[in-house]
């Protein structure tokens, strides 16, 4: 698929994780997808994926590099898309241990909240999004244990919210960019096409 006409371009956070299958998925659904590693490059960009990876490692990089307030800013008034780690970063409350984060999402989440020999799994579940279920490819995932009242659930792996968004954030528990389904990042980019 080429990238639509008068789409801008959509940065994937690039400090660590799988941060290149992100910017795959965009390029599939239509984007113009770059690789963030600046703060001064969030300017160029539309719209933001946090991927998958460790959230740890990914806060340790930002702040040594001064890059943690000029995200939380950019979070706080551009679409962004959470992926795993990416959703712990975007989460208000992170347990499992407690974490700093952005803050973005109401929502308190549990790092690695599915036990040892469960802590990878594909499954497949109903959704909001049109066409039918969804697999998920979970990677030691975090659990959404708790949602505010502006969070819009649309998905679920049994009773946990696994696929969620809140005004111009969304954000998924598991691995959309890992699957060959691109309705999710499609999801995304329509999102940043609405926010303009
Ligand atoms: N376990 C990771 C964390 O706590 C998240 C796993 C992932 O992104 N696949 O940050």
């Given at each position: 698929?080429?990238?639509?006409?008068?789409?801008?371009?959509?940065?994937?956070?690039?400090?660590?994780?799988?941060?290149?299958?992100?910017?795959?998925?965009?390029?599939?659904?239509?984007?113009?997808?770059?690789?963030?590693?600046?703060?001064?490059?969030?300017q160029?960009?539309?719209?933001?994926?946090?991927?998958?990876?460790?959230?740890?490692?990914?806060?340790?990089?930002?702040?040594?590099?001064?890059?943690?307030?000029?995200?939380?800013?950019?979070?706080?008034?551009?679409?962004?898309f959470?992926?795993?780690?990416?959703?712990?970063?975007?989460?208000?409350?992170?347990?499992?241990?407690?974490?700093?984060?952005?803050?973005?999402?109401?929502?308190?989440?549990?790092?690695?909240?599915?036990?040892?020999?469960?802590?990878?799994?594909?499954?497949?579940?109903?959704?909001?999004?049109a066409?039918?279920?969804l697999?998920?490819?979970?990677?030691?995932?975090?659990?959404?244990?708790?949602?505010?009242?502006?969070?819009?659930?649309?998905?679920?792996r049994?009773?946990?919210?696994?696929l969620?968004?809140?005004?111009?954030?969304?954000?998924?528990?598991?691995?959309?960019?890992?699957?060959?389904?691109?309705?999710?990042?499609?999801?995304?980019?329509?999102?940043?096409r609405?926010?303009?």
């Amino acid at each position: 698929m080429t990238a639509t006409p008068g789409l801008g371009r959509i940065g994937v956070l690039a400090i660590q994780g799988d941060y290149a299958a992100h910017a795959e998925a965009l390029s599939d659904a239509g984007a113009s997808p770059f690789l963030v590693r600046k703060p001064e490059q969030l300017q160029e960009s539309e719209g933001l994926i946090l991927p998958g990876g460790e959230s740890t490692t990914m806060l340790r990089f930002l702040e040594k590099h001064n890059f943690f307030e000029a995200l939380r800013s950019y979070c706080g008034t551009h679409p962004v898309f959470g992926t795993c780690a990416g959703a712990i970063l975007l989460s208000r409350e992170v347990r499992n241990p407690a974490q700093q984060s952005l803050a973005v999402l109401d929502v308190v989440i549990e790092r690695n909240a599915y036990g040892r020999q469960i802590d990878s799994a594909i499954v497949t579940a109903d959704t909001e999004l049109a066409g039918g279920p969804l697999e998920m490819v979970f990677i030691r995932a975090p659990r959404i244990l708790s949602v505010g009242p502006d969070v819009e659930i649309l998905a679920r792996r049994d009773q946990d919210p696994v696929l969620i968004r809140q005004g111009h954030a969304m954000a998924a528990t598991f691995h959309p960019e890992l699957s060959l389904d691109r309705r999710i990042h499609r999801a995304f980019v329509e999102l940043v096409r609405s926010k303009r």
